[in-house]
């Protein structure tokens, strides 16, 4: 059963089972990257908020076997835990004061966002784009993010440059960045993933990499780290010398010494090896080798 028709009966069958007081959509929701995700969104009647239900992991699970009508008590038990206790007045959002405190920045791959970007604020940086959304915190929904669109900017009577400005003030501060070496990495499989914890000492024993992971606290959506005024000019200080940045993801870059031994071809395929095979499609932020260099204090796409 293809993915649509299998929303359908997902939406026919909860229309019969919650009645008239509830209004049941199914939304194609577009994320990053172009990937596209079927959301099912149960409203009640007297509610102005819900909680977007993404289908496709149970669409998958459906084919693989699991009975529909677990799947229809799984998808209902998942709405009644996630939907907020009451509404959420959002008019403060229309009001640039209240919202401009926290206007943060993100990155994205440019090429296979084209189509989105078209209606987002934004700025070209390399072969990708700086875009800006509202870091939302709150009691009810806890924390989220409003991705921020032209429409916004004019309601606000703002622009791009002075989304920018405070967007380098307020990432850094919400979502400080943090470094990790390869140890910290290794380290941290090793207490999430073993059944057995290693000892220390053996940790210890493993070869120091010549490179660290670069990405913020709460480790989403730290590439944009590599931007925040300083923050490259600070690695290159540790370690002394220029580097390679690998994009790793939306959510973490690599950063790897330039040693002279490195073979750049090898580096490019390694990352699109990965980006293949171990990064979730809307994950992807780019295929491309950057450099930092030390000298000229600016990234550039290694050319092939």
Not at 16 to 35: A, C, D, Q, T
Not at 82 to 95: L, N, V
Not at 246 to 267: M, N, Q, T, W, Y
Request: some cysteine; overall charge negative; glycine content about 6%.
């Amino acid at each position: 059963m293809e993915i649509k028709a299998f929303a359908g009966k997902v939406q026919d069958v909860l229309k019969r089972e919650l009645g008239s007081n509830y209004k049941v959509e199914i939304k194609e929701v577009r994320k990053n990257n172009g990937v596209i995700l079927h959301g099912l969104l149960i409203r009640p009647r007297s509610r102005n908020v819900v909680p977007t239900i993404y289908l496709d992991a149970f669409w998958e699970a459906y084919e693989q076997g699991m009975p529909f009508a677990v799947i229809i008590r799984r998808l209902i038990a998942v709405y009644r835990e996630g939907m907020p206790d009451e509404d959420i007045d959002m008019e403060y959002f229309k009001a640039f004061e209240k919202v401009k405190g926290r206007i943060c920045y993100r990155l994205i791959n440019r090429e296979e966002n084209r189509e989105m970007l078209e209606e987002l604020p934004h700025i070209e940086f390399l072969d990708l784009a700086i875009c800006f959304y509202y870091a939302y915190q709150g009691k009810v929904l806890g924390e989220g993010s409003i991705l921020i669109n032209n429409s916004h900017v004019q309601m606000w009577k703002s622009s791009t440059a002075e989304l920018l400005a405070l967007a380098k003030l307020n990432t850094p501060r919400l979502y400080p960045c943090s470094s990790y070496s390869m140890q910290d990495i290794l380290r941290e499989i090793d207490e999430t993933e073993s059944p057995w914890k290693k000892p220390e000492a053996e940790i210890e024993l493993l070869p120091e990499l010549p490179m660290r992971v670069l990405s913020n606290v709460k480790r989403t959506y730290g590439a944009v780290c590599m931007i925040y005024p300083g923050v490259l000019e600070k690695m290159a200080g540790e370690c002394g010398q220029s580097f390679y940045i690998l994009p790793s993801s939306v959510h973490e870059v690599i950063f790897l010494r330039d040693i002279g031994a490195g073979s750049e071809s090898a580096l490019r395929k390694m990352i699109m090896e990965i980006n293949r095979t171990q990064v979730a499609p809307e994950e992807v932020l780019s295929d491309q080798l950057y450099y930092y260099d030390v000298l000229e204090k600016q990234i550039k796409i290694v050319s092939k």
